[in-house]
C-alpha cells in the first residue's frame, strides 16, 4: 500500500513540497538551538515549560480523541463512522509523532531522551506517559494498517485485531489523563492543582480532536473522491458541541473555586492570564481571542439549524480547534508559572527560532498525516461502500 503514496497531482506534491519547506527551515532552527543551548527559546529557570510542552500537551489530546469514532463503531456499531475510522486513527497517529518530537526538542541534549528507557523509574510520571504514548502509538500503527489492508483484499480483518481495538478504546483516555497528572502532581504551582484537571483534559481534547477531523474530513471530500458520510460529520459535530459546553463548565468551576474561595495562590494565575497582575499583561490578548472563540464556537454549535450546515459546522471547528490550542497549548502551561511560588512574576513569549522549530514540528505532523490519508483514501476509493460505511462486493 506504501506506493500510494508516490502517486498523486500538482496539488498534493506541491503541498508536499511546502511541508519540506517548513522542515527544513526547522531543523536549521534546531540546529541553531542545538549549537547554542535552551537559551535562544524565551523559557527560563521560572518558566522552564513553554510552546513545547504547550503543544505537546494539546496534541496528546487530539490523539486520544480518535476514540471518539472508534468507540462508536466498534464497540456500539455505528456504521455511520465506517468510513472515519481509518482517519481517526491515522490522525491519531501523526498527533503522536508530534508529541514526541516536541519532548525531544524541548530536552535540549536529545540523548536525554534515552534517559527514560535506560534509566526507568516507574515511580515518576513521565515514564508512565512515554509508556502510554509509545504503546498508543504502537496500537492505532498496527490496527490501522492490518484493517485497511484487509479492506483492500476484500476480505475481514483477522481475529486478533479486535483484542487490541478494544484495548485502544481504554487505552486513549489513559494518555491525556497521565498528562494531565503531570500538572495535578505539581503542589507548588495552584493553578494545576485540581481534582478535575484530567477531566478538563479530556473534554478539550474531545472538542478539539473532533473538530479537526471534521475539517479534514471535509478536505478529503472536496479534493478527493471518497466522501466520508455527511450523516458521520454530523453525529461528530454533536460530539464537538458536548464536549465543548463541558470545557466550557469545567473552566467555570474552576474560575469559581478560585475566586470563591480568595485565595491568593489559585486567583493569581488566572488574574494573569485574563486582566494582567502587577503591570504584566502580556497574554491577556491572546486569551481574550481564545475566550471570544470559545463563545462564538458553541453559540454556532448548539443550535441544529447553524451545525448543519457544513460550511458553518466548518467555521465553528475552527473556533473551537483555535479557541482551545490557546487555552491549552499556551495559556495552561505558562499560566501555571506566572506568578512564580515567591510571587515573582517572570514572562514568557515564544522567540523566532522556538516558533520555526514549532512550526516544522506541525509541519511533520501534517507530512505523516499526508501520507497516511494519502494511502487511505487510494485504498477507499477502490472500495464500494453503502451509505452507512459497509463494504459491499466490488462490481468488475
Not at 481495538?165 to 494531565?180: D, E, G, Q, R
Not at 490519508?373 to 468488475?396: C, L, M, N, T, W
Request: glycine content about 8%; hydrophobic content about 55%.
Amino acid at each position: 500500500m506504501l506506493e500510494n503514496a508516490i502517486y498523486g497531482g500538482r496539488r498534493y506534491w506541491a503541498w508536499i513540497f511546502f511541508l519540506l519547506s517548513l522542515i527544513g527551515a526547522g531543523f536549521i532552527a534546531y540546529i541553531y538551538q542545538f549549537q547554542n543551548g535552551l537559551g535562544v527559546t524565551g523559557m527560563s529557570r521560572d518558566v522552564s515549560w513553554g510552546l513545547y510542552i504547550g503543544q505537546f500537551t494539546f496534541l496528546v489530546g487530539v490523539a486520544a480523541s480518535g476514540v471518539m469514532v472508534v468507540l462508536p463503531y466498534y464497540l456500539h456499531n455505528y456504521k455511520k463512522f465506517g468510513r472515519l475510522t481509518i482517519l481517526g486513527e491515522f490522525l491519531a497517529i501523526a498527533a503522536v509523532v508530534m508529541c514526541m518530537l516536541f519532548i525531544f526538542v524541548d530536552m535540549g541534549q536529545p540523548l536525554r531522551v534515552l534517559n527514560v528507557i535506560l534509566h526507568p523509574t516507574p515511580n515518576s510520571v513521565m515514564f508512565f506517559d512515554m509508556a502510554v504514548l509509545s504503546g498508543y502509538l504502537l496500537l492505532n500503527l498496527l490496527i490501522g494498517w492490518t484493517v485497511l489492508g484487509a479492506e483492500r483484499k476484500e476480505v475481514g480483518p483477522p481475529k486478533w485485531v479486535k483484542p487490541l481495538i478494544y484495548l485502544s478504546i481504554a487505552w486513549a483516555p489513559s494518555i491525556h489523563t497521565v498528562t494531565a497528572f503531570l500538572y495535578a502532581g505539581l503542589p507548588g504551582r495552584h493553578f494545576w492543582l485540581s481534582a478535575i484537571m484530567a477531566a478538563r483534559f479530556l473534554a478539550s481534547a474531545f472538542a478539539a480532536g473532533p473538530a479537526l477531523l471534521i475539517l479534514l474530513a471535509l478536505i478529503v471530500r472536496k479534493y478527493t473522491k471518497f466522501d466520508p458520510g455527511k450523516e458521520a460529520i454530523q453525529s461528530l459535530g454533536k460530539i464537538v458541541t458536548y464536549c465543548m459546553l463541558l470545557n466550557v463548565f469545567f473552566l467555570g468551576l474552576e474560575f469559581f473555586t478560585a475566586f470563591y474561595s480568595q485565595i491568593p495562590g489559585h486567583m493569581h494565575s488566572f488574574v494573569y492570564l485574563y486582566t494582567g497582575l502587577h503591570g504584566h499583561s502580556q497574554l491577556v490578548p491572546i486569551m481574550w481571542v481564545s475566550s471570544i472563540l470559545a463563545a462564538v464556537a458553541v453559540f454556532m454549535l448548539v443550535f441544529p439549524q447553524i451545525r448543519k450546515n457544513e460550511s458553518l459546522l466548518a467555521i465553528a471547528c475552527i473556533a473551537t480547534f483555535f479557541s482551545l490550542w490557546i487555552d491549552k497549548g499556551f495559556g495552561l502551561v505558562v499560566g501555571g508559572f506566572v506568578p512564580n511560588p515567591f510571587e515573582k512574576i517572570t514572562e514568557y513569549w515564544p522567540t523566532l527560532p522556538e516558533t520555526i522549530i514549532t512550526v516544522a514540528v506541525w509541519a511533520i505532523g501534517f507530512l505523516v498525516l499526508t501520507v497516511l490519508y494519502k494511502i487511505a483514501i487510494s485504498v477507499k476509493e477502490e472500495v464500494v461502500f453503502d451509505k452507512y460505511g459497509e463494504r459491499q462486493i466490488k462490481a468488475e
